[in-house]
């Protein structure tokens, strides 16, 4: 009896030291995890330093790594971004007015390193790929997410971004003024191409006929070849093969309707122009002189229809596809 007892003692004893170290070293994984898809589409954020930590003691940090975090994450990601401190206490409260006390601008297209707004959610934009949308968030209300702080960098549509995830969608605060063709990427076609030059909808030409740029569909000489010179800087220098003059916004205007023609080269950034795209059929062209861009008027294929700068819109009328070529000199081809 003495000896079941003092097996009982010993038992007990070791069930007691086991429960008192489990009572000291409390569970700390969610001290130590990284921000959930950490690395995706090359974004790394760090919620465990600053500017994450010291936004937590800001008024508008005190729900920092929990399930409605939302607004402490964003204030310290537009932090990092801009090096403005923009307190955000709520997407909007921010995108109802909040934004202008900051200088920055609003709108409905999505653009990378920008907020979206929701009635009761926001989220930073980080990357846009065509369809695909890599962003960053805190507070979202999902426990599989508790371990790292609520806060995630995950990808989905556009279509998703916009959809009623947080409330109702509001729109977008551009950070820092921002650019629309920050979210795309700029296109190395080669350092010296002969090529067509071609509206994507419609495959028709865009042809230099007596020194305006024009659509033709027709005309089988050196009009409708063009010589896309690489510049230092990434952009083009694109000469017309008919007379060696090149792409030019006339008059160097930045106004949307300003026409687009051909002119002796004269090294100014009306005449120089980037390609944004992930390939041939998809370009937009932007001169450098300003953020509009080339655009066939009224999305036109007939001959004759007119091409201009324009508003970036994404739409068929700015895309183009540049097609290789042979050398052309002044005489015709075919």
């Not at 990427?185 to 495959?203: E, H, Q, R, T």
């Not at 007596?210 to 690489?230: A, G, L, P, Q, T």
């Amino acid at each position: 009896m003495k000896h079941k007892f003092k097996k009982f003692i010993s038992i007990l004893l070791a069930f007691i030291i086991m429960l008192s170290v489990l009572t000291v070293a409390p569970f700390t994984v969610s001290a130590v995890s990284a921000i959930y898809g950490n690395g995706t589409n090359g974004i790394y954020i760090d919620i465990w330093s600053a500017p994450y930590t010291t936004y937590k003691n800001k008024p508008y940090g005190n729900n920092a790594y929990t399930a409605v975090g939302c607004a402490w994450f964003a204030s310290a990601r537009a932090y990092q971004i801009t090096g403005v401190d923009s307190p955000i206490f709520s997407g909007s409260s921010w995108y109802n007015g909040q934004y202008a006390n900051y200088g920055y601008s609003r709108g409905s297209t999505i653009r990378a390193k920008a907020l979206a707004c929701y009635s009761n959610h926001i989220a930073v934009v980080e990357k846009v790929e065509g369809n695909t949308v890599t962003i960053s968030e805190g507070g979202i209300s999902d426990y599989r997410y508790a371990d790292s702080g609520y806060c995630a960098i995950r990808t989905m549509s556009v279509a998703d971004v916009q959809s009623a995830r947080g409330g109702n969608f509001l729109g977008y605060v551009y950070l820092g003024g921002g650019n629309w063709y920050d979210s795309l990427p700029l296109a190395n076609i080669g350092d010296d191409v002969y090529a067509s030059f071609l509206k994507n909808d419609g495959w028709v030409n865009l042809c230099n006929v007596n020194d305006n740029v024009e659509i033709d569909s027709k005309s089988k000489n050196s009009s409708i070849i063009w010589h896309f010179m690489r510049q230092s800087d990434g952009s083009y220098v694109i000469y017309n093969c008919k007379n060696n003059k090149v792409l030019d916004v006339a008059n160097a205007g930045k106004t949307a309707g300003t026409n687009v023609q051909v002119c002796t080269y004269n090294g100014s950034d009306a005449q120089k122009w980037y390609i944004y795209g992930r390939w041939s059929g998809e370009y937009v062209l932007r001169p450098k002189l300003c953020d509009k861009v080339l655009d066939v008027t009224g999305n036109g294929n007939a001959v004759g229809t007119n091409v201009q700068i324009w508003d970036y819109n994404g739409g068929n009328a700015q895309k183009f596809a540049i097609y290789p070529a042979e050398k052309a000199g002044s005489s015709v081809l075919w």
